[in-house]
């Protein structure tokens, strides 16, 4: 009985320590909680308006770091903050009002809407959440050169850098984008000789690497010189977070000394054709047989399309260059308009049940055909889900083709001269390089 009673007067004691303690918590720092809280909400408010050419945020998006990272620049100034991102062309820039509160600490919240930065918080059809983007990040912890953050819903932690004034917005940006459409995609963890894993880089930003004991999956933003990961990936006693694309080899470097040694080399199809080497004279078989008729694959001077020049002196075909595989695609497509007609080339399923599509999804692929000697592309059908396209016809609209605008068949001057006067590019089969 002592004991209990001796344990109650001492925690009876603790209490009245630790009520006295919290009492005296206003007056600690010489004001009350409140009104440090006003004055830190206050000096947060000024240094982000104390940026003349802004911050630039890598935000991670999806709940414990499930989605993709991207980069936002941001200014903020008179209650109003102007942002820019890699979702979004360079050149754009939207603004709308924000505020720093004081919910949780001091919180930025950009609080009505801004057309680049909710983007991927918006509702989608398969997710009222989003990408799971936060808008309202509590402010943990501050330098002069750079804010930490972490996102109030999301709770994905991020810091905010201060941008140089030398630093032009578009040209980050462009930079970026530029990296993104120039990485390959499928990689080989090496170390030395050693294979240790293979890597791919999803759309959704998601890096997975799959080795023998199964797989790892760790978001990344691309950045001016590669990309980074939202954590380290550690393999073999050693951790890659920082990866420099190498442009002429294709292969990601770990920049810094924790990952010396190891290299994401690029894995590439046998059949793979770098883009330049498409350039060139060919000669086409079709259904029909051998064509007499002399084509030109020319480069388009985007890095991304070639234009097949020689079928028709009113208009060219493009093809699409898929850095990944190596190949190209010739897809449905407006090519010319005629008044207020449009002349189309589309996807055809000639060999089947004969119906067309004026989706552009649907196409052929051209690649490199291994088995044979010199260059041959061959013609195979995509994966457009819903129609196999084996061939290609020309189509007027009368305007944007529908079933309601289909007008027919486009012949006469409109013909693609694979075979004299003829409308339709029947199973095409080979390209054959001859210069």
């Known amino acids: 009985m002592k004991n209990i009673i001796n344990s109650i007067?001492?925690?009876?004691?603790?209490?009245?320590?630790?009520?006295?303690?919290?009492?005296?918590?206003t007056e600690l720092f010489g004001e009350p909680a409140a009104e440090r809280l006003e004055k830190n909400v206050a000096a947060d408010k000024t240094l982000l308006e104390s940026a003349a050419n802004g911050w630039?945020?890598?935000?991670?998006?999806?709940?414990?770091?499930?989605?993709?990272?991207?980069?936002?620049?941001?200014?903020?100034?008179?209650?109003?903050?102007?942002?820019?991102?890699?979702?979004a062309p360079a050149n754009?820039?939207?603004?709308?009002?924000?505020?720093?509160?004081?919910?949780?600490?001091?919180?930025?919240?950009?609080?009505t809407y801004n057309e680049v930065f909710h983007y991927l918080a918006e509702p989608s059809m398969d997710d009222d959440d989003g990408e799971q983007q936060d808008y309202e990040f509590v402010i943990m912890r501050t330098t002069n050169d750079s804010i930490y953050l972490r996102g109030k819903k999301w709770g994905n932690h991020m810091v905010m850098t201060r941008v140089a004034e030398s630093t032009s917005w578009e040209d980050e940006i462009n930079k970026i984008q530029q990296m993104d459409e120039g990485l390959m995609r499928t990689f080989s963890l090496v170390e030395g000789n050693d294979t240790l894993g293979g890597v791919s880089l999803g759309d959704d930003r998601i890096l997975t690497y799959t080795d023998k004991s199964g797989y790892k999956k760790i978001p990344y933003y691309v950045s001016t010189k590669g990309i980074t990961l939202a954590k380290p990936l550690e393999v073999n006693g050693k951790a890659l977070q920082e990866l420099d694309y190498d442009a002429d080899d294709m292969s990601l470097n770990p920049d810094g000394a924790t990952a010396q040694g190891l290299k994401l080399s690029v894995k590439l199809p046998k059949n793979y054709m770098k883009y330049s080497e498409f350039a060139g004279d060919y000669n086409m078989t079709?259904?029909?047989?051998?064509?007499?008729?002399?084509?030109h694959l020319v480069p388009a001077g985007d890095g991304k399309t070639y234009l097949l020049k020689g079928m028709n002196a009113n208009f060219d075909l493009t093809l699409t260059y898929d850095k990944t595989s190596g190949t190209l695609s010739l897809n449905t497509q407006h090519l010319i308009d005629m008044g207020d007609k449009q002349v189309w080339l589309c996807g055809w399923n000639a060999f089947g049940e004969g119906y067309l599509t004026w989706s552009t999804d649907a196409g052929m692929i051209v690649s490199r055909d291994t088995n044979e000697a010199g260059t041959v592309l061959k013609f195979e059908p995509n994966d457009y889900v819903g129609l196999t396209t084996d061939s290609f016809i020309l189509v007027l609209f009368s305007g944007s083709p529908s079933n309601d605008t289909f007008v027919g068949n486009a012949k006469g001057i409109d013909a693609l001269y694979i075979r004299p006067g003829d409308y339709r590019l029947v199973g095409p089969e080979t390209l054959t390089k001859i210069n």
């Open 92 to 111: 754009m820039k939207t603004t709308s009002s924000y505020d720093v509160i004081s919910d949780q600490g001091p919180v930025l919240t950009v609080n």
């Open 286 to 295: 079709t259904y029909w047989g051998a064509s007499k008729l002399t084509l």
């Open 9 to 25: 007067l001492i925690g009876t004691a603790v209490l009245g320590l630790s009520a006295c303690s919290l009492h005296d918590d």
């Open 56 to 87: 630039e945020l890598h935000l991670w998006t999806g709940k414990d770091y499930s989605g993709g990272g991207y980069t936002y620049f941001m200014k903020f100034a008179n209650d109003k903050v102007t942002v820019s991102s890699d979702i």
